[in-house]
Structures are given as structure tokens and as C-alpha cells.
């Protein structure tokens, strides 16, 4: 395969061109989950929007071939139009071979805590005649981050390179034939359709990550279905995605050949609708939706200085799921299962050396913290250096160095990076979703991202184990979705929040999970996000 052929664009296609309409919907959905995730802060200074190259194949017959087919969709998300996406099939000749080129864009535009924001999404595929994968490419570009990973497979493997700031990253997963790539979906029922009642399973590459997902189709029934004011007749397919242990629940809407016209991910109820170019070109207005605010979950009561508190016992409901599987327990926070919707979580304020306040008594107190920190060791991806937490960068490694390089106790060297990841980002902005601990040392801009990956990157610099933590944090009577980091001291996970800078946190974070952000995506560590925004409800019971 000419790997020249493609130059920049997203994931992989599928088995063939008839069918190659609605963008990747979870990728895009995942991809835009990063934007939940903030505090407010002071007045912002919007970055530039992005500028990517475009997907185009640049020399031999692929140069001159003409598009065989576009595709235009409209992006629509909680009920807002957001964007579109556009999609172009060509049939080329690569060294006297016949090949399909898939190359898309799709391009987003919305409110994060008031600011103005574009994210745009590129891709591109090459396959043989019969279907079978040769390479692909992926560009996710929000404001000054561009994330590219790129995928070729060789000899029954694929050989994804992840590419961000000041590091390249390489991985393998094990191929087969019967593995379909970015449009694996599309391209099953276009060759054969599916009737009401049938079932089917695709195993696909993820967009934008190094893992296969499986998705079970169920086809229901005919629906009359809304396409933007138009009706059509369409069959409904119910569809299960699992990836990375998470389930991702969504529909199709497809017409007798296959065709899909509509589709929709639970993750938050992104829909894309098939259109005409000059209804997807119309223009979308990014004040009609603020994710951040449109996500935050309201409080029964305030809380008074939460992050000075020591101990909060929470009840959360969770509508549709058990918030017990959802949410994290450890050192600091307790979960426990009230009903299948309801739960209550204890979360504490945790330092080395001090005894939690966790469960009834102080044997279960002892408990909880000694099987929580024997469980959950350092890994190698916890300490090591990746293309979101370039901790072996030299401006990393030096600031880690000014900063704690003389304090021999850890914990105190702990606080001391987690003061200098504060100090570090000067202009607070949430134009960006996610940018690059390499990135935020130039730029000093951004938000609880920026500083979770920065601290994290100080503090594997200074050879202390650290990792990001995904959740909610209180906020002006409502939980906003955040991010912040935790730091292996003295024998346990310590979170930290440089957002706050406060020589660790309080009881007013309510943790998700947490991931070391390696691999060739991060995009996955906000599964769990999407599992339960949109869905949560939260009362405080008890404060001290």
C-alpha cells in the first residue's frame, strides 16, 4: 500500500462504498466529552479555530480521481444543531491495483462555559476492492491540539503511531480479515440488509483508539422518521457497542438498501441526519449550546467552603443504571448500593500518614484505605512518559526539578508541584478540551485538564507515580464535571487538584474512575462520563 495516498483524516472504513454516509458518531461523541469537563473561571481568551490540512490523496491516479460519491449529514446534540459532517468515496488505482479511498470531515461548533468553541474532525481510509483494510488516518484538531494517529496493517497486524506535541507513540493489534475498520457498521448493511427480527454482530476498530469494539445490531421494525422536517419509512436498528468494558447504547435508521439516514449514541444524544450540501452547509450559531452548563447537576444545599470539608456522605440517582457500578470506591470514597438506582457515596478528605473516616467503625476505616492502596499499585504506564503527559520533556523535567527536586519528602514535593501546576497556567481558557502537558508548559493556558496532565507530568518527572481522575467537583450548588490527579505517596493514591492548589483536596469531588492516559487514545478514559451524564441526581446528607 502507497501510504502517501492519504495525508490526514480519521480511522478506518469498512468493507465497501455503498454505504459510507453517517460520520463516526461515538468517536465524535467522545471526542467532545473532553468539553464537559471544567470549572468556570475568570474571563477567557478564546483560541484560534482549528486549521488542518485537508484529507486528499496527492500523487498517482488517486491525485485526479473524481469523487464517486459525498454525503452530507447534519449534527445535532440534545436536541441543537451543532455542526456537520461530510463524507467522500473514490475509486482509485494505487500501482495497478483497484482501491477505495473514504476521506470525511466533520466539523462542530458550541458553547463551554460561555466560550466559543470549533472542533473539527478528519479522516480517511484506503481498502482493497474486496474490502479488506490497508491503511488509515485520524485528525482531531480543537483549538492549538491536534491529535493524528495513523494505522497501516502489515502481515496480520495494525500498526497504529500516535502523534501530539513533542512525542510519537506506537502500538499493534492483532488483525484479521473478518475485522472491519472505521465504517464497519455501514458497510454490513449495505452488502446485505437487515429484516425486522434479525440480529448481528460487527467487530470494528474504534476511531481515534487502540481497541476493537463489538457492536450488536437488533433490527425492530419499520418507523416513520423525522429527517429534518422530512418523513420517511425507515427501519429502526437498536445497537450495543462495548469498548474498553463500557457500554455504549445507540439506534440506526436505515432504509430497504441498507442506507442509513439517521443515527443516534446515547452519549449526549448526538444525532446525525442524512441532508443536501446547502442544509449542512447552513450556519450553526455556537450559542445554542453550552455543554459545560447544560450538564452541570443541580444540589439539594450548598455546601459551605467545600473544599475545606473533611467528610460528605452523598445520595446520587442515577436514572436507568445502578450509580453503584458507576462510580469509583478506594481510599477516599466509599460507594454503596442503596437500590438499583440509587446509591450513597462517603467521600473523605485523605493525606499520608492520617487515618480516613470512611465506613462505621475504625477497623473498617483501616479496611477500606489498606485494601484500596494493596489493590490499586503502580503500574509502568503510571510512571512512564505518553503523548498526553510528556514527563520526560525537558521544560517538564526542569521545572519538576526547581520545584521539588531539593524536598526528599515526597509529600511535601507533592504539594510543591501541585502549587508550580497552578502557577504555571496564568490564563484560565475553555476554548481548548484537552491539551498536552508539553503544550500547556508553552502556552500557560487552560483549564482543570490542562492542570490534571500537567501535575501528572511534574510529578513522574520527580519520579512520584500519578495519574488523572475523572468526576464531578461542587460548584455554586451543582456538580461540574472535572478532572484532576492523584499521586502514589507513602503507600496510596492521594488526590490532588492543582485547579485549586490547596496541598490536596477535599470531600467535594465525587470520582468516575481514573486513567494513566496511555495508549494511542485518551479519548476512552471519558467513557465513563458518558455512561452517566444527563442522568445524575445528588443530594447532600451529611458535612463535616
Not at 473539527?120 to 491540539?145: H, M, P, W, Y
Request: aromatic residues 4%; neutral net charge.
Amino acid at each position: 500500500m502507497n501510504e502517501k495516498m492519504l495525508t490526514k483524516g480519521i480511522s478506518c472504513a469498512g468493507k465497501r462504498d455503498s454505504n459510507v454516509g453517517i460520520a463516526p458518531t461515538r468517536a465524535i461523541a467522545l471526542a467532545v466529552l473532553g468539553l464537559a469537563l471544567g470549572t468556570p473561571g475568570c474571563e477567557q481568551h478564546p483560541s484560534p479555530a482549528p486549521v488542518v490540512e485537508g484529507v486528499r490523496p496527492v500523487e498517482g491516479d488517486s491525485a485526479s480521481a473524481p469523487p464517486q460519491r459525498e454525503i452530507w449529514e447534519v449534527a445535532l446534540m440534545q436536541g441543537s444543531r451543532v455542526g456537520y459532517s461530510h463524507t467522500v468515496i473514490r475509486r482509485l488505482k494505487d500501482n495497478g491495483h483497484d482501491r477505495l479511498l473514504i476521506e470525511g470531515t466533520m466539523r462542530l461548533a458550541i458553547r463551554r462555559f460561555g466560550t466559543p468553541m470549533t472542533m473539527e474532525i478528519r479522516f480517511a481510509s484506503s481498502e482493497t476492492a474486496d474490502g479488506r483494510l490497508l491503511a488509515c488516518e485520524s485528525v482531531i484538531s480543537q483549538a492549538a491540539v491536534t491529535v493524528v494517529t495513523k494505522g497501516r496493517v502489515v502481515d496480520g497486524t495494525l500498526h497504529l503511531e500516535m502523534r501530539t506535541s513533542d512525542k510519537t507513540t506506537r502500538t499493534t493489534i492483532p488483525w484479521t480479515p473478518q475485522t472491519g475498520g472505521f465504517y464497519a457498521v455501514q458497510q454490513s448493511l449495505s452488502r446485505k440488509p437487515m429484516k425486522p427480527g434479525e440480529r448481528r454482530t460487527v467487530r470494528a476498530l474504534e476511531p481515534g483508539a487502540a481497541s476493537i469494539a463489538t457492536t450488536e445490531m437488533v433490527a425492530r421494525g419499520l418507523e416513520s422518521v423525522d429527517l429534518l422536517g422530512k418523513k420517511a419509512e425507515l427501519l429502526r436498528i437498536d445497537t450495543t457497542t462495548t469498548l474498553e468494558n463500557q457500554t455504549i447504547r445507540g439506534n440506526l435508521w436505515v432504509d430497504h438498501a441498507g442506507e442509513i439516514w439517521k443515527t443516534r449514541t446515547d452519549m449526549l444524544d448526538l444525532q446525525q441526519v442524512r441532508v443536501d450540501k446547502e442544509e449542512a452547509l447552513r450556519a450553526v450559531e455556537p450559542g445554542q449550546l453550552d455543554l459545560a452548563w447544560n450538564t452541570a447537576v443541580p444540589v439539594n444545599r450548598s455546601l459551605d467552603r467545600p473544599h475545606a470539608t473533611r467528610r460528605v456522605r452523598y445520595r446520587v440517582q442515577m436514572d436507568g443504571a445502578n450509580p453503584a457500578e458507576a462510580f469509583a470506591s478506594g481510599p477516599s470514597q466509599q460507594v454503596r448500593s442503596i437500590d438499583p438506582q440509587t446509591a450513597e457515596i462517603t467521600v473523605v478528605a485523605i493525606r499520608p500518614g492520617q487515618s480516613n473516616s470512611l465506613g462505621s467503625g475504625a477497623n473498617a476505616k483501616k479496611q477500606v484505605a489498606a485494601e484500596g492502596a494493596s489493590s490499586d499499585l503502580p503500574t509502568p504506564q503510571d510512571r512512564e512518559p505518553n503523548n498526553w503527559i510528556q514527563s520526560d520533556h525537558p521544560a517538564i523535567v526542569a521545572a519538576a526539578q526547581e520545584a521539588a527536586g531539593k524536598i526528599e519528602d515526597p509529600w511535601q514535593a507533592a504539594v510543591a508541584l501541585e502549587r508550580l501546576a497552578r502557577q504555571r497556567i496564568q490564563r484560565p481558557g475553555f476554548s481548548q478540551a484537552f491539551d498536552t502537558a508539553a503544550d500547556v508548559m508553552r502556552s500557560g493556558e487552560g483549564d482543570c485538564t490542562e492542570h490534571a496532565v500537567l501535575l501528572a507530568a511534574l510529578a513522574r518527572a520527580r519520579g512520584i507515580p500519578a495519574r488523572v481522575a475523572i468526576g464531578l467537583v461542587y460548584s455554586k450548588q451543582s456538580f461540574l464535571y472535572h478532572m484532576w490527579t492523584e499521586l502514589y505517596v507513602e503507600g496510596q493514591w492521594i488526590p490532588m487538584d492543582a485547579t485549586l492548589a490547596q496541598g490536596g483536596i477535599g470531600a467535594a469531588h465525587l470520582k468516575l474512575t481514573h486513567s494513566n492516559l496511555s495508549g494511542a487514545s485518551a479519548l476512552t478514559c471519558f467513557l465513563p462520563v458518558a455512561q452517566v451524564i444527563g442522568r445524575l441526581r445528588v443530594e447532600i446528607l451529611e458535612v463535616e
